[in-house]
Every structure is written in structure tokens, then in C-alpha cells.
């Protein structure tokens, strides 16, 4: 915890706001949907998602093959406190939804999809994409299966598996119109949030680089976690194929459009 405080007011003291952007690019994600205040009518979807997560006082096994979890001392844990300590928060979620819904993507991998809070705003974002979501633990798996039915999130397909090797046989999903014609500058979109551990995340990086396009969009979760987790957000920002990160201390935002020069933003939200 310590750890996270001071990295949090480092990440402060060298955050800034639209106004010292000058990337148009940047800028105009930042203005147009980071900081949109407008609600919309999906937030109330979005709520009642987890509203009905947190009346189930049920408890299940989880299995965690992450880094674990600072909470819980047990792998027995009731489902309304996992929404209330390990599940993405309401204006996160928000956020994603947001940003799914700014850049369309045609396909959605979510690498950890937990009870779904994520999954559902990136469902929301746009019901025509195709989206998988990988999780490791049957019974969260199970919870989540649920939620999408009840919710009517049909555009999610629920993959319960051990990552890296579903990752190492992954191929984006070949999108076409109704004509069966592959739409122009088709987009995907890849949320890292299944390990919080560095050589995890760093080998998810490499097997997934194959895949990209110049409209790829890439987000890591926790990149602040630990000290590991810093050093790989430094690796992938480094990367030669990345060209603009996005340091939003949460979230880490890798794009990378070959038009854009190198750079990288810390944005404050």
C-alpha cells in the first residue's frame, strides 16, 4: 500500500491535462471522451450490473493464478466484496464504455473477465463487436455467464482457460460486413486484466504483438500494482512497435499508429 501512495503522488506531481497536449490525436481522445461528463444511458445498465453483483452474498472458490489478491486471505470469498474491492469501479467502468464506444472497435479480447463488471461496459461499447473473455476460475466464470444472459449481452463469448496457452494459438476474429467483405481500418481492441505479475504481462505482450494493427488499441490494467508492474509498463512503452502510451496511473494505453511520433502522456482524470 505504502508502495502505491508513493507512486501515486509521483504520478501526480508529473500528470497533466489536455492543455500541455499537443498531440491532435491525443488531445482530441482526451476532450472527447476522457473527460466527457455527459451521461449517458448505458451508466444506468452498467449500474444495476453491479448492483446485482453486490445483493449476492454468495460465497465461491476462487481460483487466482494472478498475483493474488491484497484483500482476501482466502480463496473462499463472497461475491458482493469482490465487487467491492477487486472489481473495476463505477466511474471506471464508465470510462471503458467511453472509450469502447469512441474508437468502435470491430473485435474485444478481455484477459480476465472476473464477475464481468469490465466485460459489461465493454459489451455496452458497442453491440456489434466481437467479444471473448478469458478467465481462469470456473465458479467466477459461472457468476459472470449468468449476468451476461440475464443482461443481454450476447456479442460476449465466455472462455474459461489458462492464459498463455489460449494466447499462444490466438487469432483476432476476421470481421465482414453482410457481404462477407472485410470492413477498412477494421479495429481491435485488447484489456489486459487477468495477471498483475511483470514476466505475466510481458509475455501476454509478445504473444498478442503478431496481431496488431495500426488501429490497435491495447489496455493494462494495474500498471502501478507493484514494482514489477511499473518496470513492465516501462518495457512495453519502449517496445520499437509501441508508438503512443497513455499513463492514466490506473491504466496503461498503448497505441500503434506508425503515423504518430513516439511519445508518451501521463493524463490525469
Known sequence: ????????????????NEHAVHSPFVFTLITKCFYDTKSKPEYAVLKEYSNSLLKNHNTIEVNDFGAGSKVF??????????????????????????????????????????????????SLGNLKAKITTLEGCPETSKIAQEHFQKFNFNNVNSVVTEFESYLRNYEQPKITDS???????????????????????????????????????????????SPEMEEAWEIIKNHPKVTVTIDTFQW??????REQPKEHFTIRL
Open 1 to 16: 500500500m505504502l508502495f502505491q501512495i508513493k507512486s501515486y503522488l509521483q504520478f501526480l506531481w508529473n500528470s497533466k
Open 73 to 122: 486471505k482466502s480463496n473462499k470469498r463472497e461475491i458482493s466484496k469482490i465487487v467491492k474491492t477487486a472489481g473495476i469501479s463505477p466511474k471506471r467502468a464508465e470510462l471503458l464504455f467511453r472509450i469502447v464506444t469512441y474508437f468502435q472497435p470491430d473485435s474485444i479480447l478481455e484477459i480476465g473477465t472476473s464477475l464481468g463488471l469490465a466485460t459489461s461496459a465493454l
Open 252 to 257: 496503461g494505453l498503448v497505441f500503434f499508429r
Open 179 to 225: 457481404l462477407g467483405i472485410p470492413p477498412l481500418g477494421a479495429r481491435g481492441l485488447i484489456y489486459f486484466d487477468g495477471n498483475h505479475q511483470k514476466q505475466a504481462t510481458l509475455d501476454y505482450f509478445e504473444l498478442l504483438l503478431p496481431t496488431v494493427t495500426n488501429d490497435t488499441l491495447w489496455i493494462f490494467d494495474d500498471i502501478h500494482w
